[in-house]
């Protein structure tokens, strides 16, 4: 097994049967050797540093049925709310006081924000603060709406494929479509963004042979970003019952994913920060070097509820960033507030 994850750490890239064979066969011993080989990679791209961006959560309306996801459109019992430009404007001025340089606006995929309205949200937060990157999580769209958000200042998008198991994909998602899912992508990094893709870990259903699809389309997408998570059921989708994904899980692919893409930008995600009081803090310990703090208003934190138990609902931006920096810290990294972009060291 040391074999397999020097292999990894040294050349970036295994064939599909060694990462079964690494996701079937790791003991404790090499759990704790892949999680040091990781982060020893992330110490040789971006150091300790751990980036910071400011999350605004911005409708919780959605057209799609995802089965896992809390917002889905028929979960009649989801309280809906929009934030008007003013309140997202709000919410940057407030992020941006704090010292973020990085807006992620994210939401349900909400019809009421036309093409025309998300260009005009992300040409006002550029006006105002130049200095700042954006980047849009909101869907799939046609290539030329990709296009025109590009062109009026985004500089981001995360589209997480969720799954790259083409069956399970479209168990979880009806009516959807896995190829447009992919197409997205694709368009995304062809039109110049900085894109992030990701996956859910304990989805019903879900094998290592399943991870391993993952894998193998992270690395021939090559995305800037990677966003993965554990599944957490909510109560009132049609997979409420299920079990999630764990802790363990979500730590090794993290850590393996450093390795295949040793220069990504990779978030110790808030669900993952759900299921155990410091399991952020164990993420970054096995190679992620993002975090995401909420800068959504209190008054709707609640009402974006993907899953349930979502951490941090009742917290003030400000008590966000001060927590999560502290929490870094104690870790053994370092807070870093800049733009944070993505960087090319060539072959690495
Ligand atoms: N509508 C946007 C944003 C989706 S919400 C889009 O389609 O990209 C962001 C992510 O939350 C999703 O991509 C999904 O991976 C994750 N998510 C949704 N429901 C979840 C659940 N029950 N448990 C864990 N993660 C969940």
Redesign the pocket.
Known sequence: MKFIIDKLYLEHNLSEEELLELLNNLNDEDKNYLIEKAHETRMNTYGDKVFMRGLIEFTNY?K?N?K????RAANKLADRYRLTQDEILEACSEGYKLGYRTFVL????DDYFTDEKIVQIVKAIKNRYSDTAITL????KSYDSYKRFYEAGADRY???H?TASRELYEKLHPGMSFDNRIRCLFDLKAIGYQVGA???IGLPGQTNEDYVKDLVFLKRLEPHMV?I??????KD?P?GKEK??TLEKTIIMLAIIRLLLPKVLLPATT?LGSIDPIGREKGIKAGANVVMPNLSPTSVRKKYA??DGKICTGDEAAECRMCIEGRIKKAGFSVDMSRGDYKDWGKF
Not at 68 to 71: A, E, F, K, N, R
Not at 137 to 140: A, F, N, R
């Open positions: 959605c799609r995802c896992y996801c809390g917002i994210q939401g349900g995929e999580s909101i869907g799939e995360l589209l997480r969720e990701g996956f859910m966003g998570g554990p599944f957490i059921p909510h989708t997979l999630g994904g669900a993907l899953y």
